[in-house]
């Protein structure tokens, strides 16, 4: 018994970048973020809504960004506290598991 489908689930950390070409020389592609439902904690809704990355910032082995807490403390003794992010470069290129059109056996 095979079941058709249309396409897969994705995990909720794989967002959409769509290609943009700009009018006008130089010609260059930015990707825009597509959906900016469940963001999590890294990234807030507000933070990416209608953002596009440059094609040349995004490397092909993709991004990684992680949050943290940051403490430090100045001379005078007073202390800070804050959340940071870092971006590093991520371990590959990554498969999300979509698929489309396609029969599950059951």
Partial sequence: ??????ATAVPVNWYPLVPKSSVGPPRSVSL????????GKILGKDELAGKTLNEEELPRSGIVVT???KYARWIDGSSSLWIGRTRTVGRGEGFSGLRFDYLKSK
Avoid at 1 to 6: D, G, N, T, V
Avoid at 32 to 39: K, N, P
């Fill in 1 to 6: 018994m095979f079941q058709y489908r249309l």
């Fill in 32 to 39: 825009q973020l597509m959906r900016a439902s469940d963001l």
């Fill in 67 to 69: 949050r943290q807490w």
